[in-house]
């Protein structure tokens, strides 16, 4: 992790960042996906059981093929985590087929199953090699038969690592919009709506053109609340009026001129669905979907939540404890959207707090939290990701504090190691980070504005590069206070 002790050069270096670096990995440990399907999913006696209970009905393995399929940043390991239990319960390699799409560097080798990486580390959008790949699962699943089995999955990145543009709509309508709400500051549950509706994968897609008779999803969240229409935009989940929810969030943030092909589909889709004014339906953002349920061509889907968000901060704050402080955890509530300028400025009052109670009494302290915020660029922006961007309005806030406390770190990282279209994962700031800001003469309040937080934190020492983590369960956020 770059910005760790073992990196860091500068003033004001202290045992906070061992610590940071201790408590993050145990974060990310907490989320492997091989981890968690060992610890939830077992293969007995030719039954598929969860936490050591049966599926209603039960789900008994090895009458017929078996495929595997999904995507995200975490699949791959999902998927090798699932293989690995399947053999341990006696299910050969030759029984088990499948494809899953992920990004460049989280690759693995999987017996029976193509681990395809379709687009670029650091860029998350769809390409044409994932609508190949996600329209090969299509076909896969298709052809099996009711006593056959499919498991899909899911992770946080799937949402361009799934991608089947319908009839009408080009993949680059699909990339300008996608890009344009990104920059306009759409939080995810709005490009996730705007995503299912331009998709044959997305909102149900998948389980709908399964033939198989059972269709088993294994969910890793990155979406907090954990709304499985919104994980990778649900790809086994029946989603209602996504045509006219997603023509709600275009209109709302201009967005009709950016892709003209998709809003005519839109269009035409929400009026064959009898649904008026498309900017007054806003269903389907809710937790609603059901877990389980049975697609028109008799399929029965079920969904097992792996993992989420709260998972890793559980994690974190154990760490924390164990190395010695006391430690908050600050929940955030479901549909929260938050921008990292306000994160940022949140963190550093949390700081503030921390280090003078620390000075009070000697007590080391922590508050951890998780989240994905929001970022909106202008017209003429830098470079960086959310959590930089959200450590450099941490530092642009402490500006008025006439020092930053010796003893104090702020940092936000993604849990899959990408932070933007950057190679950090996210950022930190402590003495070292303010006191090379000062002696280098940057501007940390202009770097917010312009959100060039990847230029202000690369200069100063705070970048935290961990690399493609093989996970994803959104952002964590660490402020920690010692003496």
């Given at each position: 992790m770059?910005?760790s002790?073992?990196?860091?050069e500068?003033r004001?270096?202290g045992?906070?960042?061992?610590?940071?670096?201790?408590i993050?990995?145990?974060?990310?440990?907490?989320?492997?996906p091989?981890?968690?399907?060992?610890?939830?999913?077992?293969?007995v006696a030719?039954e598929?059981?969860?936490?050591?209970?049966?599926?209603?009905p039960?789900?008994?393995?090895?009458?017929?093929?078996?495929?595997?399929?999904?995507?995200g940043?975490a699949?791959?390991?999902?998927?090798v985590g699932?293989?690995?239990?399947?053999?341990a319960?006696g299910?050969?390699?030759?029984?088990?087929?499948?494809?899953v799409?992920v990004?460049?560097?989280?690759?693995?080798?999987?017996?029976?199953?193509?681990v395809?990486?379709t687009?670029?580390?650091?860029?998350?959008?769809?390409?044409?090699?994932?609508?190949?790949?996600?329209?090969?699962m299509?076909?896969m699943v298709?052809?099996?038969?009711?006593?056959?089995l499919a498991?899909?999955?899911v992770?946080?990145?799937?949402?361009?690592l799934?991608?089947?543009?319908?009839?009408?709509?080009l993949?680059?309508?699909?990339?300008?919009?996608?890009?344009f709400l990104?920059?306009?500051g759409?939080?995810?549950t709005?490009?996730?709506?705007?995503?299912?509706?331009?998709?044959?994968?997305?909102?149900?897609g998948?389980a709908?053109?399964?033939?198989?008779?059972?269709l088993l999803v294994?969910?890793l969240s990155?979406v907090i609340?954990?709304?499985?229409?919104f994980?990778?935009?649900?790809?086994?989940?029946?989603?209602?009026?996504?045509?006219a929810?997603a023509?709600?969030?275009l209109?709302?943030?201009?967005a009709?001129?950016?892709?003209?092909?998709?809003t005519?589909?839109l269009?035409a889709?929400?009026?064959?669905?009898g649904?008026?004014?498309?900017?007054?339906?806003?269903?389907?953002?809710?937790?609603?979907?059901?877990?389980?349920?049975?697609?028109p061509?008799?399929?029965?889907?079920?969904h097992?939540?792996?993992g989420t968000?709260?998972?890793?901060?559980e994690?974190?704050?154990?760490a924390a404890?164990?190395?010695?402080?006391?430690?908050?955890i600050?929940?955030?509530a479901?549909?929260t959207?938050?921008?990292?300028?306000?994160?940022?400025?949140r963190?550093?009052?949390?700081?503030?707090?921390?280090a003078?109670?620390v000075?009070?009494?000697?007590?080391?302290?922590a508050?951890?939290?998780?989240g994905?915020?929001?970022?909106?660029?202008?017209?003429?922006?830098?470079?960086?990701?959310r959590?930089q961007?959200?450590?450099?309005?941490?530092l642009?806030?402490?500006?008025?504090?006439?020092?930053?406390?010796p003893?104090l770190l702020?940092a936000?990282?993604?849990?899959?190691?990408e932070?933007g279209?950057?190679a950090?994962?996210?950022?930190?700031a402590?003495?070292?980070?303010?006191?090379?800001?000062?002696?280098l003469?940057?501007?940390?309040?202009?770097?917010?504005?312009?959100?060039d937080?990847?230029?202000?934190?690369e200069?100063?020492?705070?970048l935290v590069?961990t690399?493609?983590?093989g996970t994803?369960?959104?952002?964590?956020r660490?402020?920690?206070?010692?003496?």
């Open positions: 770059a910005g002790p073992t990196r860091a500068g004001g270096l045992p906070w960042r061992n610590d940071l670096a201790a993050v990995a145990a974060a990310i440990a907490a989320v492997r091989e981890r968690l399907v060992a610890d939830r999913l077992a293969l030719g598929l059981l969860i936490d050591g209970r049966s599926l209603d039960p789900l008994t393995v090895g009458r017929g093929r078996l495929a595997i399929v999904g995507g940043k699949a791959a390991g999902m998927a699932l293989v690995d239990a399947l053999a319960g299910i050969a390699g030759g029984q088990v087929t499948g494809l799409s990004p460049a560097g989280s690759g693995r080798r999987v017996t029976g199953v193509e395809r990486e687009r670029p580390a650091a860029e998350n959008l769809p390409t044409s090699a994932a609508v190949e790949a996600t329209r090969e299509i076909a298709s052809t099996l038969g009711p006593d056959e498991v899909a999955v992770s946080g990145g799937g949402s361009a799934l991608a089947a543009p319908p009839v009408g709509v993949l680059e309508d699909k990339v300008a919009v996608t890009r990104s920059a306009a759409a939080d995810i709005e490009l996730n709506l705007v995503r299912q509706a331009a998709s044959d994968v997305k909102g149900g998948l709908r053109a399964c033939m198989a008779g059972r294994l969910v990155d609340g954990d709304p499985l229409e994980i990778a935009s649900g790809p086994c989940v029946p989603v209602a009026a996504t045509a929810a023509l709600a969030v209109e709302r943030f201009g009709t001129r950016a892709a003209p092909r998709l005519a589909v269009q889709e929400a009026a064959r669905a649904l008026g004014n498309a900017s007054a339906v806003v269903s389907a953002t809710g937790s609603s979907a059901p877990a389980s349920w049975t697609t061509r008799g399929c029965r889907v079920d097992v939540l792996l968000n709260a998972t890793a901060v994690a974190a704050a154990r404890e164990a190395i010695g402080y006391t430690v908050t600050r929940p955030v479901s549909g959207s938050e921008t990292a300028d306000e994160v940022g400025r963190l550093a009052a949390d700081g503030r707090a921390l003078a109670a000075a009070a009494d000697g007590r080391a302290r508050v951890i939290q998780g994905e915020a929001v970022v909106r660029l202008p017209a003429d922006h830098g470079r960086g990701g959590n961007q959200t450590v450099a309005a941490a642009s806030e402490s500006i008025t504090w006439g020092g930053w406390p003893g702020v936000s990282l993604g849990t899959d190691g932070d279209p950057t950090a994962a996210g950022g930190l402590d003495a070292a980070v303010a006191g090379r800001i000062q002696d003469g940057l501007d940390a309040a202009a770097a917010v504005a312009r959100c937080a990847l230029t202000l934190l200069a100063a020492g705070g590069v690399g493609p983590t994803n369960v959104a952002d964590v660490i402020v920690l206070a010692r003496p």
